[in-house]
């Protein structure tokens, strides 16, 4: 397709929704057609699907479940807004992927990594990311931020703090097998620091540069 597909991924509290905003604004100013879009609820009925998942009162859903609504969500999104867009040669940024599904319910659940991958497949169309930006951060740091932000939290966010670990786990070991379309980058840096190697790693995609001027205001 003639469009770029850029996903963001991370644990909770990771900044990953201010960033895509903070590149969408980036991208636009230099004359790019942006869409972003999100995981689970990119779609009306994904939105539905979303309030499903993440209510506090889900808390009886079991494993596959979980996983069953998560691959629903994304295969109407794929078909619904992803391709549609990448079609149009538009860059596509999402907040959450397919990379997510394996860290969660993954490594954090413990479910088997051969099922998530053949959903993953089924429900994308073997769409993959040009780029996957990973935003690292420690769980209880993230999660400090998310719950400051969002009061209780939602049901992802109010499991122990030992399901965020594996889940962060998970993550950076898809990162080390990944290593050309998977970009790690410290979430624990300034929001100006983080999104100055954000825009750096999409420019080196898309064969452009970051500008001195970005550089130099990253660093303070």
Request: proline share 3%.
């Amino acid at each position: 397709m003639p469009g770029f597909f850029v996903t963001f991924e991370g644990p909770e509290g990771s900044g990953k929704t201010t960033q895509v905003k903070i590149l969408k604004d980036y991208l636009e100013k230099k004359g790019h057609a942006v869409l972003t879009t999100r995981e689970p609820g990119g779609t009306l009925i994904g939105q539905q699907i979303r309030n499903l998942l993440l209510a506090p009162e889900s808390k009886a859903m079991r494993e596959k479940t979980e996983l069953f609504l998560y691959a629903a969500d994304r295969s109407q999104h794929v078909e619904e807004v992803i391709k549609p867009a990448l079609a149009q040669g538009k860059i596509v940024l999402c907040d959450r992927f397919t990379h997510s599904t394996i860290a969660y319910q993954g490594y954090g659940r413990g479910l088997d990594k051969e099922i998530i991958h053949y959903l993953n497949d089924q429900a994308t169309g073997s769409l993959k990311p040009d780029l996957v930006i990973l935003l690292d951060v420690v769980p209880k740091v993230g999660l400090r931020r998310a719950l400051g932000r969002a009061g209780t939290g939602d049901r992802m966010e109010q499991e122990k703090e030992e399901f965020h670990q594996r889940v962060r786990q998970g993550f950076l070991k898809l990162a080390q097998s990944n290593r050309e379309s998977i970009k790690i980058i410290d979430a624990g840096l300034t929001k100006e620091q983080v999104s100055f190697l954000v825009r750096k790693a999409v420019d080196n995609l898309l064969g452009g540069d970051t500008n001195d001027e970005n550089q130099t205001a990253s660093r303070g």
